[in-house]
């Protein structure tokens, strides 16, 4: 996800946050604005 599920800088991921803390599931996250490595390789992933 873009950032932390505390502060999600995206739309998108603030709602996966929203959806996942409604279900009372945990869940781990890898901020991806962190990592150039893992950015730079998003887009090759859905490929």
Do not use: H, W, Y
């Amino acid at each position: 996800m873009k950032g932390s599920p505390k502060l999600p800088p995206c739309g998108f991921s603030a709602k996966a946050v929203q959806a996942l803390m409604a279900c009372g599931e945990q869940f781990a996250f890898v901020d991806v604005l962190a990592n150039p490595e893992i950015r730079a390789n998003i887009p090759t992933a859905v490929d």
